[in-house]
Structure formats: structure tokens, C-alpha cells
């Protein structure tokens, strides 16, 4: 297995030589946003300045898939933000580079790959976002059954779930939750077939979401708590959130090193620079980023962090990363449209 070792006089040397002189690329791919992914570019360039960061701004799926179909020619070199599930996947398929960070020791084993392939870096609540121009607070879905409700018919936008490791999460933690609650393997699907039937339309991605929300499309949505919190400060959206009083499925958000990446050292270097305790700091209150780090005091972090109260949703997540899949692929084929005939059915 390789242990860390960063030999950062080496990599100075290696970022500055690159054929013809030019800057050493370095390619990420991440779902975490060209707020976030532009600072560290920034930094990082500034630490290295051989340095050329090249970041692609994706769904967490389409990153899976994009080195999935890529392994005989990989062109990234960080995997930058997905559900464990998806690197647990990736782990299996030989998708990753072994790498255990200087950082190994405190993080605690349900964060981690035991092999040393990928390791957590947040904890990210899912929860309900609603236009505070639309609904009060008191208004505002208190729960993910409320969600079904008649009176949120047409009201609520989603994610396509199938390029966005988030909304797959979130629908394959309620099919499992259903599935358990009931002892019906079809449950899970009803579920989403009624959910189905309260959904506007399904959006391609991030930035369309916040922006058909802003503009008051429908005002309803279900999402992951750190993206809600940045829209909000970074673009002044009317955005609010409601943690589920039944609990939310808490996702662990994870980096690796791309098998057969062309920069293995300055990847490396990449991989600690992003995960160093001061940049999850900056991380957390700048982008509202929970570390899975246990060795950063309360106190370095944002008052939001240490006030908030989460209740896990209890989660197989061995379970989801091997069903995960081909419950997408039911809902894709089955579900997705027909919750509309809920509502003709005599």
C-alpha cells in the first residue's frame, strides 16, 4: 500500500517541467461547484505555480461514469466529491489508486476505504429547500412524507436523479427506508410514484435548480444542505431548508486518486493540500462544508456546525451501493412519469 510522502521540493521541480515549458496539468473532477473548485484552483496554483488546474464541474454520477469509461485512458487525475457508495463502486471495478493521506489516523474507519483507496471528507445533511418568497417557514414541509401531500401537487422540482449521486442517495435511502417500514420489496417505488406525481418536471442539473427555484418555478425541492447554504450566500437566493424530522440520510462525501493518473506526485500533493485541516477550515466557512476530520476543534469552525441538530436516517449503505443501480433503473423505467396516472386511477 503507499503511504504518504510528499516530497514537496520535488514537486516544485516537477510542476515546472512540462514539455515546451508550459505548466503541468492537473485534472479534477468534482461535483462541488466552480465557487469552491475556483478557490482551491487558485490556491493550489499559488502553492505550485508549475501548476495548470483543470477542474470539471459534474454530477458526482457523471464523474463515475466519466473514469468508469475512461479506465483504458484516464484522463483525471482527482476524483474530487461523490457518495462513498460510488467510490465504494469504483473500489471494487479498479477505478482508484491506493493513497493513504498523513491524516489516516484520525479518520474514523466508517470514513474510509479499509483498503486505503478513498477517504471521507464531509458529512452532508439531506434535506428539503423551499423559496422563502413562496412559503413561510411554518409552511414548509416538516417531514419527506409531507412531500406527497395533494397541496404540493405541481410544486416541487427534482434533480434528475440518475446523472447526480445526491438525488440517487436520497432516492434510494427512501426506497430502502419503505422497503424496511413495510416488508414490501415495492414499496420504495410507490413511494417515489407519488412523490412522481407532486413533480413539476425534473432538471438536468445544479444551476437550473437554483435558478428555476429562485424564480419561483415551484417552490419546492429536496437537496443537500451545504449547496443550499452557499446559494444563499454566494447568490443572494431566497433559499431556506428543513432538516426531515424523521431523519436524513447522512452522506459521506469522499476523494481519490484516479488509477493510472499521469501525475501521480502532484496529485498527491493535491489530495492533501484540499484535505489539510486549514483548508477544510476555510472549507467549512467558506462553503459550509461538515469535515470528517475529528481533529479539528470546535471552536476553528462555524457556529452553524456546532449548532446543528441532525437525526441520522438509519441507512444500509452496503445495501445502497449494491442495489443502487438497478433501483435507478426501475425508477427510470417504471416510475419516472407514471406518478400522473396516481391521480386518474379510479
Not at 56 to 69: E, F, K, V
Not at 323 to 346: A, I, N
Given at each position: 500500500?503507499?503511504?504518504?510522502?510528499?516530497?514537496?521540493?520535488?514537486?516544485?521541480?516537477?510542476?515546472?517541467?512540462?514539455?515546451?515549458g508550459?505548466?503541468?496539468?492537473?485534472?479534477?473532477?468534482?461535483?462541488?461547484?466552480?465557487?469552491?473548485?475556483?478557490?482551491?484552483?487558485?490556491?493550489?496554483?499559488?502553492?505550485?505555480?508549475?501548476?495548470?488546474?483543470?477542474?470539471?464541474?459534474?454530477?458526482?454520477?457523471?464523474?463515475?461514469?466519466?473514469?468508469?469509461?475512461?479506465?483504458?485512458?484516464?484522463?483525471?487525475?482527482?476524483?474530487?466529491?461523490?457518495?462513498?457508495?460510488?467510490?465504494?463502486?469504483?473500489?471494487?471495478?479498479?477505478?482508484?489508486?491506493?493513497?493513504?493521506?498523513?491524516?489516516?489516523?484520525?479518520?474514523?474507519?466508517d470514513?474510509?476505504?479499509?483498503?486505503?483507496?478513498?477517504?471521507?471528507?464531509?458529512?452532508?445533511?439531506?434535506?428539503?429547500?423551499?423559496?422563502?418568497?413562496?412559503?413561510?417557514?411554518?409552511?414548509?414541509?416538516?417531514?419527506?412524507?409531507?412531500?406527497?401531500?395533494?397541496?404540493?401537487?405541481?410544486?416541487?422540482?427534482?434533480?434528475?436523479?440518475?446523472?447526480?449521486?445526491?438525488?440517487?442517495?436520497?432516492?434510494?435511502?427512501l426506497?430502502?427506508?419503505e422497503?424496511?417500514?413495510?416488508?414490501?420489496?415495492?414499496?420504495?417505488?410507490?413511494?417515489?410514484?407519488k412523490?412522481?406525481?407532486?413533480?413539476?418536471?425534473?432538471?438536468?442539473?445544479?444551476?437550473?435548480?437554483?435558478?428555476?427555484?429562485?424564480?419561483?418555478e415551484?417552490?419546492?425541492?429536496?437537496?443537500?444542505?451545504?449547496?443550499?447554504?452557499?446559494?444563499?450566500?454566494?447568490n443572494?437566493?431566497?433559499?431556506?431548508?428543513?432538516?426531515?424530522?424523521?431523519g436524513?440520510?447522512?452522506?459521506?462525501?469522499?476523494?481519490?486518486?484516479?488509477?493510472?493518473?499521469?501525475?501521480?506526485?502532484?496529485?498527491?500533493?493535491?489530495?492533501?493540500?484540499?484535505?489539510?485541516?486549514?483548508?477544510?477550515?476555510?472549507?467549512?466557512?467558506?462553503?459550509?462544508?461538515?469535515?470528517?476530520?475529528?481533529?479539528?476543534?470546535?471552536?476553528?469552525?462555524?457556529?452553524w456546525?456546532?449548532?446543528?441538530?441532525?437525526?441520522?436516517?438509519?441507512?444500509?449503505?452496503?445495501?445502497i451501493?449494491?442495489?443502487?443501480?438497478?433501483?435507478m433503473?426501475?425508477?427510470?423505467?417504471?416510475?419516472?412519469?407514471?406518478?400522473?396516472?396516481?391521480?386518474?386511477?379510479?
Amino acid at each position: 500500500m503507499i503511504r504518504s510522502c510528499i516530497i514537496v521540493a520535488g514537486l516544485f521541480a516537477l510542476a515546472g517541467c512540462s514539455p515546451g515549458g508550459g505548466k503541468t496539468p492537473l485534472v479534477v473532477y468534482s461535483p462541488h461547484g466552480k465557487e469552491m473548485l475556483g478557490e482551491f484552483e487558485r490556491q493550489f496554483e499559488a502553492a505550485y505555480p508549475g501548476t495548470d488546474v483543470q477542474w470539471l464541474d459534474m454530477g458526482s454520477q457523471d464523474a463515475y461514469d466519466r473514469i468508469r469509461t475512461e479506465r483504458d485512458n484516464p484522463q483525471a487525475d482527482i476524483w474530487w466529491g461523490a457518495p462513498m457508495t460510488a467510490f465504494s463502486r469504483a473500489e471494487k471495478e479498479g477505478l482508484l489508486e491506493q493513497y493513504v493521506p498523513t491524516w489516516d489516523s484520525i479518520e474514523p474507519p466508517d470514513f474510509k476505504s479499509a483498503q486505503g483507496y478513498w477517504y471521507g471528507t464531509f458529512i452532508t445533511p439531506e434535506v428539503i429547500m423551499y423559496n422563502t418568497e413562496m412559503l413561510a417557514e411554518a409552511d414548509a414541509p416538516k417531514d419527506w412524507d409531507e412531500l406527497l401531500e395533494p397541496r404540493w401537487r405541481d410544486k416541487i422540482l427534482i434533480r434528475y436523479p440518475l446523472a447526480s449521486g445526491t438525488m440517487r442517495i436520497i432516492f434510494s435511502a427512501l426506497i430502502q427506508r419503505e422497503n424496511a417500514r413495510t416488508g414490501d420489496s415495492t414499496a420504495g417505488f410507490r413511494w417515489l410514484q407519488k412523490l412522481d406525481a407532486n413533480t413539476k418536471t425534473y432538471v438536468a442539473d445544479p444551476t437550473q435548480l437554483y435558478l428555476r427555484v429562485a424564480r419561483q418555478e415551484a417552490p419546492l425541492t429536496v437537496w443537500d444542505l451545504p449547496d443550499v447554504q452557499l446559494q444563499v450566500e454566494a447568490n443572494k437566493y431566497p433559499f431556506g431548508y428543513v432538516i426531515p424530522a424523521s431523519g436524513t440520510p447522512l452522506v459521506t462525501d469522499c476523494i481519490a486518486i484516479v488509477k493510472g493518473t499521469r501525475q501521480p506526485e502532484l496529485a498527491r500533493a493535491f489530495y492533501e493540500f484540499v484535505t489539510s485541516k486549514e483548508n477544510m477550515v476555510k472549507q467549512a466557512a467558506g462553503f459550509y462544508r461538515i469535515p470528517t476530520r475529528r481533529d479539528i476543534p470546535a471552536s476553528d469552525l462555524p457556529q452553524w456546525i456546532s449548532g446543528l441538530t441532525l437525526r441520522p436516517m438509519e441507512v444500509d449503505w452496503n445495501s445502497i451501493a449494491l442495489h443502487e443501480k438497478e433501483w435507478m433503473k426501475t425508477w427510470d423505467e417504471q416510475v419516472k412519469g407514471s406518478g400522473k396516472q396516481l391521480l386518474t386511477t379510479p
